[in-house]
């Protein structure tokens, strides 16, 4: 895994597919949690949708994520609003 760093400027993707939810309780969050793929104009990100989102957000749905972070795990890009970020549907 490498470091973590912030979208500071809105980043847009095309939800591929959102994978089945899981509940997960630990001492820093309680709650649903999904896995999902999209697409940007660079290639392929991985996703992590926390809460609502996980409800929220479905395949198909084009999704804008602000002030939240982005790593790389295994060599693949992985996004998140995390605890301060935002996301918006634009288009569902």
Excluded: F
């Excluded at 630990?26 to 999902?36: D, E, F, V």
């Amino acid at each position: 895994v490498g470091s973590e760093m912030c979208i500071r400027d809105s980043l847009e993707l095309l939800v591929l597919r959102r994978y089945p939810r899981r509940t997960v309780m630990s001492k820093g969050w309680t709650g649903s949690i999904a896995a999902a793929c999209g697409r940007d104009e660079t290639g392929l990100i991985g996703l992590v949708l926390w809460g609502d989102q996980v409800d929220r957000v479905r395949t198909g749905d084009i999704i804008s994520i602000r002030g939240g972070w982005c790593r790389y795990s295994h060599g693949q890009k992985v996004v998140s609003t995390g605890r301060t970020g935002n996301l918006t549907i634009l288009e569902a």
